[in-house]
């Protein structure tokens, strides 16, 4: 696999325009079974546009893709282009190699090693037990390296009993080049990755010590864990992300923006809204987004919010449960949720909200550069596999590609394994609160897979 060494854009994050985008695959809708393309902005009060496209007979668990934007272009291309992306990723694929773990290991060639991922593995799962093996390139060795076929694509069913014990679709994404479908993909694996450093310190950790100590512990110290991921101050965005928080906020819908940004330093946010509706329909419903360029990593946290509230209305996904409802671990990210406590992270406002112009940010003209910030990142975070897999069919005029980037964390979705970066992230709270305010010693480590 081989990346240009130049993608210019014409905006913020494509190499072509929205209407470009549409023209090519509006002729792909009966090819991947869209039977319908839904307008549903006008079910919320936010204006912001939102689209469905229905696909009845897809190999998922849903059958109903969004997409969202500033046009109706925009949303209406981002739902299709949502349909394309998980059509290619459960097409099947001929194994490239088959044995176990061991064998491959023994034998030199590169592999990747199931344990390492922070997706727990199956029961089911041994190293030397035989198992199907796909190829996928490593773009920081520059070599191609085996990982495990049901990894390679997103598959509800599988032909032979998976060697993780769920599959996601984390790191699937979709671009009118490679290069932009690598980029996407990248900064969803680092969204997910900061997100779940956000909720184990400020939200997990937090509520581990007030409810362990009581009022024992000064507010400060709890505060202390909360603005680790600060509020954003929603009066002071850039004109682009403001229009989004405008059109949420002039509702009266309560609005939250954190900066959830990771040692990665790759800007990164969640937006949270509640509104109290009906006991039938979730209170609270939330987005978050990541980029080189922050201001387009908190549009994509506004946009998909806006989109999460107008979805839950329409009620058509099959993954949307009444919030009294009992459902899988992995699914709990998208289940309806209850009553939501306004006095804790990240309703609770920082002590010192942080202002948006102050953040970081690394915006550029071509998509190659943007991947190459997040490559030297993640190098620099001691990650040192970065693998891609093309799920592109033949013949079509956009691509798919799934990333997998082992050691990047992914509980806050999956609900599956915490791994080592979860684990080290908890230690160092804990070390930055006063021994003198909490017995860091009551307080239990978190274990790499715990």
Known sequence: MKLRERAPKIGPTREVSTASTLERVTPLLRTVGVTRVADLTGLDRTGIPVYSAVVPRSHDIMSVYNGKGRTHEDARTSAIMEAVERFSAWQPLAPDRIGSYAELAA????????????????PHYRPDRPM??????????????????CLAGYYVSFHEKQCFAINTSNGLASGNTLEEAVCHALCEVIERDALTLADVVSNRLAHMVRDKFGSSVPARVIARLEDRHPSVDPGKLPEAAGWYADRIESTGVRLAIRHITSSTGIPSFAVMVAEDLADTFSSGHAGYGTHPDAEVALIRALTETAQSRVVDIQGMREDISLPSDQVANWHRHVARGGDIDFSVWPWRESVAPVSFADLPSHPSDDVVSDIALMLDRLRGEGLDRVIVVDRTPPGFPVHVVRVIVPGLESWAIDQSRLGRR????????LASISSKSVPSK?????????
């Open 422 to 429: 979860a684990s080290a992230e908890w230690d160092r709270a």
């Open 442 to 450: 009551s307080v239990p480590s978190k274990r790499s897979g715990g």
């Open 132 to 149: 199907s093996w796909k190829r996928g390139f490593d773009l920081l060795a520059d070599e191609e390296v085996y990982i495990p076929l």
């Open 107 to 122: 034998s030199g060639l590169p592999v990747l090693d199931p344990a390492e991922h922070t997706i727990a593995l199956s």
